[in-house]
């Protein structure tokens, strides 16, 4: 967008990804199956060290306390400062799929924040979260000297920022 403003040229030609099978595709969902692939992998247990696998594996094989009379501070219901303080605190950052601007939610009047808590709540104490919640937008962004058409070297450069 940057680019755009200042008046320079994009230089996206609508690359493909390349698929482990050596095939090369630009679907969406084969884009977006690589990359849950790489994060998959980066994700998983087998980046863990043994001892740490070990020590995992030893926890989760104690019982887990499930009983409650939900009195905890994190089972009560968002009063309208946690929202405030949340905006306040948040940066500017670009739309997901809803197109909602930070801006937007930033000011808004109370009565309308006081809806957007209401609706929080119900999802807290319903346990049902919006399917549209789920959804984001990925924009990957290789890294020089990396293959922008290999999702596995682009995950790399994120996993190399992680460790």
Known sequence: MVRKISGKQLNSTGQ???KPDSSKSREAADVANLF???FESNSSS????????TFQYTVEKQKVNFTSDNSEDYSSR???????IALERSNATAT????????????LPD??????????????E???????????IIIP??????DPTKASKLVASARLLNE
């Open 96 to 107: 997901g799929p809803d197109e909602v601007y930070y801006q937007f939610l930033k000011h």
């Open 78 to 84: 968002f009063n309208i400062t946690e929202p405030r």
């Open 46 to 53: 087998n980046q863990y060290s043994q001892a740490f696998q």
């Open 16 to 18: 493909h990804m390349t």
């Open 111 to 124: 009565n309308s924040l006081l809806v957007l808590l209401d609706i929080f709540n119900g999802i807290w």
């Open 36 to 38: 849950a692939d790489e």
């Open 141 to 146: 962004i290789a890294k020089p000297g990396k």
């Open 126 to 136: 319903n346990g049902s979260f919006p399917a549209a919640w789920r959804e984001a």
